[in-house]
């Protein structure tokens, strides 16, 4: 019988696992498998298989002697019998579509390369700007029509018109505002009159906004440092601080 299913019978009659034989020779499960396996090609050298077949046969109680030689015939046939060349199943040199081709990972690698390289541009852009304002948003379509007055630097779409009385003079409380952006600088601002937005996107320096007000008007600013309010001619006090500010005036005041 061949050496390792000697070694696997002996070891079964005397109902004992792989494991035990492992902690009374110290030789690893995987080795004793292959052992029992006969699978030399997995094992090391001959000195070290002869070495694993002796402790193996002590530990099991049974001489080693013979399956010592058993070893050595079926080496001795091992070397005698040929070999064969093992024919690949497929051919070696790659067909000429597959030397082109490029894999479907390394697509998926170069589409990601190229989308974190446009985010890093674009952060640089953004950093490199250094307007911290909103982004401009499309001003409100409710704006009242022109009024007859005009401002310097202000179109008409920029005005509205105040209540006219039954005599034809404004009504009472009455002022005017205007909102400016100082030169090299621009701001984000919604500007509200009497319930109405007639004003919202960023503001370049350099321009104004101005708008008759009956009742109240609100402007919210971004950049408060770079905004200038009026009511009637007088300063407006703009907070000033990191976040947005926000002026509010009433006829009433």
């Known amino acids: 019988m061949p050496v390792g299913k000697t070694l696997a019978a002996a070891r079964r009659r005397q109902s004992k696992t792989l494991a035990e034989i492992q902690a009374a020779t110290h030789i690893m499960g995987r080795t004793l498998n292959a052992l ?3 699978r030399w090609d997995d094992l090391p050298s001959q000195v070290y298989v002869k070495g694993y077949i002796q402790n193996y046969a002590q530990a099991l109680g049974i001489d080693p002697a013979p399956l010592l030689a ?3 015939a079926d080496l001795g046939a091992a070397t005698a019998a040929p070999k064969l060349t093992r024919i690949p199943g497929r051919t070696i040199v790659p067909q000429q579509r597959e030397i082109h081709s490029v894999p479907r990972q390394v697509w998926i690698l170069l589409v990601v390369v190229v989308a974190v390289v446009g985010l890093a541009i674009w952060g640089v852009t953004v950093l490199l700007s250094g307007d911290d304002t ?3 948003i499309p001003p409100a379509t409710s704006e009242s029509p ?3 007055d005009t401002v310097p ?3 008409g779409a920029d005005i509205v018109t105040p209540t006219i009385d039954a005599e034809g003079t404004p009504a009472a409380g009455a002022f005017t505002l205007v909102v400016s952006v100082a030169e090299g600088q621009s701001s984000w601002l919604k500007i509200e009159v009497d319930g109405l937005t007639a004003y919202e996107g960023t503001l ?3 321009q104004q906004k101005s708008y008759s007000v009956t009742d109240e008007a609100t402007v919210r600013i971004g950049k ?3 905004v200038s309010v009026t009511r009637d001619g007088a300063a407006v006090e703009v907070p000033l601080g ?3 500010a926000e002026v509010r005036l009433s006829a009433e005041e």
């Open 36 to 38: 029992e396996d006969e």
């Open 70 to 72: 058993e070893y050595a």
């Open 134 to 136: 909103p982004p401009p």
């Open 146 to 148: 022109a009024a007859t």
């Open 153 to 155: 630097g202000v179109t």
């Open 204 to 206: 370049p320096g350099g």
């Open 224 to 226: 408060p440092a770079a």
């Open 242 to 244: 990191t976040g947005t």
